[in-house]
């Protein structure tokens, strides 16, 4: 089963999609936002669809600390808007701790020797890829 990883940002979504077998993570696009949330949604719908995925998984930006705050309770209000229209199209949701995926993310585009430039344009879709790695290498993927 394909599963899409979800990166919620303000500015911008991060997109990472499995392979079929829900093995590998790699990431997809980027969604610019532009301040029509409905088109962004509709936007991230058309891409799972098209990707014909299950399962999605949204990341939720925890603190540090294990506090839950203004960027987990916006993604939390975004995925109760979100759920519907995606089991509407056959993907289940489910949300996934992404504390230091970021970080991770651009630590893993510098060593592959990406600029800084090309790191700013590419890190939310990165950053949606090691989230949904590790969703998978804890083997929540296996669902069959």
Known sequence: MRVVGVD???????????????CLAS???TIVRHGDRAADRRALVD???QE???????GLPIGLDGHYGPAARSALAEVD???PMLEAVGATVELCDE??????????????GRSSH??????????????LQTWLDAGRGNRD
């Open 8 to 22: 919620l940002g303000e500015r911008r979504i991060g997109i990472a999609v499995s392979d079929s077998r829900g």
């Open 27 to 29: 990431p997809r696009t």
């Open 47 to 49: 891409l799972v669809e």
């Open 52 to 58: 014909q995925a299950g399962h999605v998984v949204v």
């Open 81 to 83: 808007v979100l759920r």
């Open 99 to 112: 504390r230091l995926t970021t970080v991770q993310a651009h630590r893993n585009l510098r060593d592959a």
């Open 118 to 131: 090309q790191r700013r344009r590419i890190v939310d879709q990165a950053a949606a890829a090691v989230l």
